[in-house]
């Protein structure tokens, strides 16, 4: 996509400040993949699809001006722990197998004051509140997925813009791994960055408009054309009540998932591979059947 750019709005008053370009042109591109969202949605983020090649997203990323964030290849990934809270694990990327990148969009708006005091003389800090006005403060996370062994990490790159103070952007880096989900954390480990040249925010803006498409898809996008699809291929093939149930007793990225996988009812084919065939249809409806009743005796 075209990557938006946004007019620098002039101050509202003497308390009130100027944003920078690249501050309201990171907020502009986020707003725009935001619109991804589903109507209604109570979440704060939205997952978007990259569509560029993934391993020279992985280069790119690696050749770019942000990579002293990133970890190193022997660098250990995994929380120092002696076993009594975190496991004991050792992952490293040169151990790795790089599983693909994606994108993360955050977008939060925060009720606008503005500072009347000098800061620096301390507490109490005197401010003016401006009804009915927001400020923007959004993220977009960069994020890279590796297994090793049986471990599943991500490491995120992350770029935040709030228009709460005059060029307020900084890039982090932080690990997340599947291992610790059960410990109520959030990440771990990672760099900071507040001092940012020009030119790597706009490598970073470059590289998220570039990679999301010409037209930017949301996973939950993506993922309900693959639905929309394969309920016109039961439909054509009459078995559409079966694959409708297997998508109210799951969800839809759930019924996919299953979907594809082999089973050996099906002589190792999948339930969407029978399904693309009228001869094979009726196979797949029964199997999805056995699926069904597999998943309600799970509950």
């Known amino acids: ?47 978007i699809v990259l569509t560029g090649d993934q391993q020279e997203m992985l280069a790119d990323i690696k050749a770019g001006p942000l990579a002293s964030l990133l970890a190193g290849q022997s660098e250990q990934l995994a929380i120092e722990s002696d076993g009594s809270y975190y496991p004991i694990l050792d992952v ?16 939060w708006d925060h009720d606008k004051i503005r500072y009347t005091s000098d800061r620096d003389q301390g507490s109490p800090y005197e401010y003016k509140e ?10 977009l996370e960069i994020r890279m997925g590796y297994r090793v062994g049986d471990e599943v990490v991500n490491e995120e790159l992350s770029l935040y813009a709030s228009e709460n103070q005059h060029n307020h952007m900084y890039v ?16 771990h480990g990672g760099k900071h960055d507040d001092d940012l040249s020009d030119e790597a925010v706009e490598w ?11 037209q930017p898809k949301s996973f939950y996008q993506l993922t309900d054309e693959k639905v929309q699809k394969v309920r016109e291929l039961a439909e054509a093939h009459g078995v559409l009540g079966v694959i409708d149930e297997l998508i109210d ?22 339930i969407l591979w029978c399904l693309e065939k009228p001869e094979t249809a009726e ?4 199997a999805t059947r056995t699926l069904i009743a597999e998943w309600k005796n799970q509950e």
């Not at 100027?18 to 991804?36: G, N, R």
């Open 1 to 47: 996509m075209e990557r938006p750019q946004k007019s620098i709005e002039q101050p509202v008053d003497k308390f009130d400040h100027e944003l920078t370009q690249l501050q309201v042109d990171a907020i502009a591109l986020a707003d725009e993949l935001l619109k991804c969202k589903p109507d209604g949605s109570p979440l704060s983020f939205i997952d």
């Open 92 to 107: 490293r990327k040169e151990a790795a197998e790089f599983t693909g990148v994606s994108l993360r969009v955050w977008g």
């Open 130 to 139: 401006y009804p009915d006005q927001k400020d923007k403060a959004r993220q």
């Open 172 to 187: 982090s880096s932080q690990i997340s791994m599947m291992a610790y989900a059960e410990t109520g954390y959030e990440g």
């Open 204 to 214: 970073f803006l470059d590289f998220v408009a570039r990679n999301v498409g010409d």
């Open 249 to 270: 007793v799951t969800w839809d990225a759930q019924a996919l998932y299953l979907m594809r996988l082999r089973r050996d009812d099906l002589g190792g084919k999948s």
């Open 283 to 286: 196979k797949a409806a029964e």
